[in-house]
């Protein structure tokens, strides 16, 4: 083997697969904004689920989720290093100011995402009266298209959906098909409080 031919050899083993979550575009810069609505007290929900898919479609979520675990090979180890710092960053960038001030600074992605869900992911009935509440008082105001209108009441109702999950089977031995005659109660519900403003 020549000395180009090692160095061929050298620099194709260097390259990080595109399909890696160790890899890292041209774009993911450490100041990118991963998500256009910053964390504050009352928006985790929606800002987790923008963050999750955002870092999901880059294949970074695990290790924010901790399923993707720390290399031990010494090329990989620098590698999940720098992603690792990139994805903090697109973290704390994401993070309205005022919230930011509480927000220990962490240099792990795990703990970080575990102690802003643990903070910030409190569900409990205030929460879910909170959102009925405000679904009772939806209204479509003069000037509103019906589009701003769905928008909000879906936005209201996805919310509600994920701190008060409707019913459904839990053993699968179930004949009768309950799931689904939840769901289709739960869309005339939807669909009333729709046509009633």
Not at 7 to 15: G, P, Y
Not at 32 to 61: A, E, G, P, Q
Not at 99 to 115: G, N, Q
Not at 122 to 128: L, M, P, R
């Amino acid at each position: 083997m020549t000395g180009g031919d090692a160095s061929n050899t050298e620099n194709s083993v260097l390259k990080i697969d595109p399909l890696s979550p160790f890899y890292l575009g041209s774009g993911d810069l450490p100041s990118l904004k991963l998500s256009t609505i910053l964390l504050n007290h009352h928006n985790y929900d929606n800002w987790s689920r923008l963050m999750r898919m955002s870092l999901k479609s880059r294949r970074k979520f695990g290790l924010c989720d901790g399923s993707i675990k720390k290399p031990t090979d010494e090329f990989l180890l620098g590698q999940w290093e720098v992603v690792h710092y990139t994805i903090v960053s697109w973290l704390r960038a994401t993070i309205d100011p005022v919230v930011l001030e509480s927000v220990p600074y962490v240099e792990d992605a795990a703990a970080m995402w575990s102690d802003l869900e643990e903070r910030f992911a409190v569900v409990d009935g205030t929460s879910i009266h909170s959102l009925k509440t405000e679904l009772g008082e939806c209204r479509q105001n003069k000037g509103m298209s019906v589009t701003e209108y769905y928008g909000k009441l879906k936005s209201l109702w996805d919310a509600l959906s994920i701190h008060d999950p409707p019913f459904a089977c839990e053993c699968g031995k179930c004949t009768c098909d309950i799931a689904s005659k939840a769901v289709k109660r739960l869309d005339n519900e939807r669909l009333h409080q729709f046509l009633w403003a």
